[in-house]
């Protein structure tokens, strides 16, 4: 059983994310259309699992496996889709997880929801606050029990990421 464990905001994750990135560039160079660093550890001032979630986005997914030993050599273990058709995904760390690749080819809608989603929070100080709490709180009652934590935020969630996307229509 993995222990939940959420932190306040670290600025080295965001210099971990750059040094993470470089590499990512070097795998796979120019495939590479852009890259960016999303999820919890992105947005300034918020509580979150201390894991660098990062978003690459390539011209195809075709012959995307031909880097996975690459990956591996960086200490990624890849997944495939890993239960999101469209996507590709790695982790590092093992059990501790400490970064997960969000692989994604250009024009795939899951990469604008999860950039809105982020955008968002950078901009609502006050919704990346009430979020960060609800997480040290589930974290707090569920130290031991990950899938209680993730079921604990989902309507939460849900209903962040419907004002994100209704505040990215109108920012567009």
Do not use: C
């Amino acid at each position: 059983m993995r222990q939940v464990i959420v932190l306040p905001y670290q600025s080295e994750w965001a210099s971990e994310y750059v040094r993470e990135a470089g590499q990512l560039r070097d795998v796979f160079g120019a495939r590479l259309h852009s890259i960016h660093h999303m999820g919890s550890t992105s947005v300034p001032g918020l509580t979150a699992k201390p894991i660098i979630d990062i978003l690459p986005v390539v011209d195809t997914l075709e012959g995307i496996e031909q880097f996975d030993a690459q990956m591996k050599a960086l200490g990624y273990e890849a997944k495939g889709e890993f239960g999101m058709p469209g996507r590709r995904y790695y982790r590092k760390g093992g059990d501790k997880r400490t970064h997960h690749i969000h692989l994604y080819a250009v024009g795939n809608p899951e990469i604008k929801r999860h950039l809105v989603f982020r955008d968002y929070l950078r901009t609502h100080p006050e919704e990346a606050a009430a979020y960060g709490a609800l997480k040290q709180q589930l974290a707090t009652t569920n130290p031991l029990d990950i899938e209680a934590y993730i079921n604990g935020k989902d309507a939460f969630v849900k209903e962040l990421e419907q004002r994100a996307i209704d505040w990215g229509k109108a920012h567009d």
